[in-house]
């Protein structure tokens, strides 16, 4: 496989080698022997802002060894209404790969099958899977493994990341439990494929008590700017927050993928108390994505 476009297309054993080699990328950064994307360039293609996934795919790629060129979305012809499979078919006769933030998952899907290149999911409205290998890296990191992991997202249950947190446990078969208003769960369906370890509810006092891991993510994501005052009053008491960790297990870990918006989904308080694992969560991106590069470019995942 070329391609990562969502967890939900990965295997156990494909996500599982993706940890491993995060691990080994963490531990030999600065040696830099091996550049699988030398002589390569590579094209970030973003039609929603971002901070982290922008700069450690940019620095990944150059680390390994490529070049790479950032377009805005806006500022080429797709931004005009140039189709993406016409786009996907010249930049796929140009470059070696390319890494796409856009709103529809059939946009990635659909550039990797016109371009022939390997094409990266860098956020959809439906997964952020590079997002979710970070996090689970960065799980095994502080806790040693996935062994009796329980994970509870609060918030937007419906949001991307939530969306890739259900299939990683599908897949990897930990207990997840979502916490959410119901107009914002996760679409039935998604929830019948994946599995009976996964549970959804609008009580987050019982969702949260005995996890091992909290995670939350913002209440308004990238396109819903237009929801915000309806999010705003709907998400109410979905935070974390001190009360809500006490019934956590002992030693829980708070997780964020970021951007933060204190006093929302999470208290000042609360984020800065966990700020060394959040940011640690954070790098643990750069690790990831050249995880992710590497296997792509030597089409090994
Ligand atoms: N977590 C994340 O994807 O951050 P950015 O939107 O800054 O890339
Ligand atoms: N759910 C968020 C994730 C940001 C990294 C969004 O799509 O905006």
Known sequence: MKNLLSIQSLSREQILNLVQRTEDMKRNRGNYSSQPLLHQVWALIFSKSSTRTRVSFETGI???GGSVMFLAADDIQLGRGEPICDTARVLGRMIHGAVIRTFEQKDVTEFAEFSGIPTLNALTDEEHPCQILADLFTIQESLGSFEDLSVCFVGDGSCNVAQSWIWAAARLGFSLRIASPRSYQPPAKLLHIAGSHITVTEDLDAAVKNSKVLYTDVWVSMGKEQETSQRLTQFEGYQINDRVLASAAPNAMVMHCLPAYRGKEITEKTFEAYADIIF????????????????????AL
Not at 280 to 299: M, P
């Open 62 to 64: 150059r680390e390994l």
């Open 280 to 299: 640690r969560q954070a790098e643990n991106r750069l690790h990831t994505q050249k995880a992710i590069l590497e296997a792509v470019a030597q089409d």
